[in-house]
């Protein structure tokens, strides 16, 4: 599963990076759970949160059934 959410993550990245920011794949844990960072202009948004579970986990989700939470670590 690891490497389909990298893969959808690679998707995603471009939109992060037009804004200054990116996101990184830490762990997807067998529960379900994608563990990632965001970095750059990410990481201290005041709309984090947002682009966090309305964009990438919404996403992942979308793509990759077995996912069932994306959080920032």
């Known amino acids: 599963m690891k490497e389909k959410v990298q893969e959808v993550l690679d998707k995603i990245r471009p939109m992060l ?3 200054g920011g990116d996101v990184e794949l830490v762990e ?6 994608v563990r990632v ?5 990410c990481g201290g948004c005041p709309m984090a949160t947002m682009t966090l579970k ?5 996403k992942l989700k979308e793509e990759i059934p077995g996912v069932k939470e994306v959080v920032s670590v």
């Open 54 to 58: 309305r964009g990438i986990e919404a």
């Open 28 to 33: 997807v844990v067998e529960d379900g759970t």
């Open 17 to 19: 990076q037009r804004d």
């Open 37 to 41: 960072r965001l970095v750059g202009a």
